[in-house]
């Protein structure tokens, strides 16, 4: 059996790939794979080192900006589109596979398009409640959908199937108790908090959380506080921090560019101030975890402001837009529910309401009518 995968440009297409691949090899562990990608994005790296082969295909999106930058951005990929197509048949041909699976990004269009075209069945995850413009553009054909939000389905076409199978996550979050990760990392008793805008970092959290842990640690409120910087706040959050006086590390803090052992984090956090990416909500839902949301407001459709307010609208985070953010903001949402803690349990029971926990089965249960028979 071979199955063909297309996806690229950001982890939150990737990822979900990759989880289902990994789905679909433990029920069928003599399934042949290949990715299909871009040789710029993210799937150059990550497809290779989870152990799957990738072939790439020149493909990018078109800007709206009318900027030198973007100017020259929208000739390569109108030039892109002429070869793409072909490219993209001349791949499928070759592996020919039963199956194609696109999570969204630019390399999934033509791909999934020439499978089809080529009479392969094709599927496609959505991993946003506000669809991808490359998804919305495969669905009417594809078919099946699986879905990570149940408010995703009304874009889609009425008579294409729609699934809600939720977002794979690692099984490694759920098996962390909350007194055991504390102890790991040495806290104390109190509330803890864990902050982090993605592996790059989120400019406005980086430049808020030292403020907010000065503010906490003058005030003397016991809590507990977990910060990631990312790549881009290397060169201010470590300075702001010691300008302030405080220690990157002591029995309440600690704040590295990277968290490496999220499942402890996680496990351990009373309280996550972040973006929303699909990923990210998922596991907050998964260990039932109260939020603060802060939407990422450059993601493509808005697609994380629609994303949090699923959270949001059911109780479990408070949502709060990047242009609304200040220092008052946050001190005044943490302290209430650093002061009212059944307020913050109650928003960790609806977070966890929301998660999916049979979510490999349903992706098996919409893949198998179109994966070949054993004999």
């Known amino acids: 059996m071979k199955v063909l995968f297309a996806c690229g440009g950001t982890g939150g297409h990737i990822n979900p790939a990759l989880a289902i691949a990994g789905i679909i090899s433990a029920k069928y562990p003599d399934t042949e794979f290949l990715f299909a990608g871009t040789p710029d994005g993210m799937e150059a790296t990550l497809v290779p ?73 094709t599927v496609i995850h959505e991993q946003n409640a506000f669809p991808g413009v490359t998804n919305k553009l495969l669905a009417p054909h594809a078919k099946a959908i699986m879905l990570t939000f ?15 199978t ?49 503010w906490h640690r003058a005030e003397g409120m016991q809590i507990n506080h977990i910060h990631a910087y990312g790549k881009h ?19 309440r803090l600690r704040v590295s ?15 996550v101030i ?34 949090a307010n699923v959270l949001g609208k059911a109780g479990a985070a408070i949502v709060v837009e990047q242009k609304d953010l200040t220092l008052d903001v946050m001190k005044r949402h943490i302290a209430a529910l650093y002061e009212h803690p059944e307020k913050l349990e109650a928003m960790g029971q609806r977070a966890g309401a929301l998660a999916i926990r049979d979510t490999d089965a349903r992706i098996l249960r ?5 994966l070949p028979k054993e004999k």
């Open 49 to 121: 080192a989870a152990g799957y082969p990738i072939e790439f295909i020149k493909v990018a999106g078109f800007q709206r900006s009318f900027s030198p930058e973007s100017i020259v951005r929208n000739v390569k990929a109108a030039s892109y589109l002429v070869t793409a197509g072909h490219h993209a048949k001349k791949l499928v041909k070759q592996f020919a596979p039963d199956l194609a699976i696109g999570t969204g990004g630019y390399a999934a269009g033509p791909v999934i398009r020439a499978a089809r075209q080529l009479g392969v069945p």
């Open 150 to 164: 149940e408010a995703a389905a009304k874009y889609f076409p009425a008579d294409v199937a729609t699934t809600l």
């Open 166 to 214: 939720g977002l794979p996550v690692r099984g490694s979050l759920l098996k962390r108790k909350k007194d055991e990760a504390r102890r790991k990392l040495g806290f104390g008793e109190g509330m803890t908090i864990l902050s982090f805008g993605g592996s790059q970092g989120a400019k406005c959290l980086n430049d808020l959380m030292p403020e907010l842990i000065a």
């Open 233 to 251: 706040g290397k060169a201010t959050v470590p300075d702001a921090m010691q300008a302030k006086g405080i220690p990157l590390a002591d029995g």
């Open 257 to 271: 560019e990277y968290i490496h052992d999220m499942d402890v984090c996680l496990a351990a956090a009373d309280l």
């Open 274 to 307: 972040s973006r929303s990416g699909a990923s990210t909500l998922s596991e907050l839902e998964m260990v039932g975890r109260g939020s603060i949301l802060v939407p990422y407001p450059n993601a493509a459709e808005n697609h994380q402001l629609h994303n």
């Open 366 to 370: 919409v893949l198998e009518p179109f």
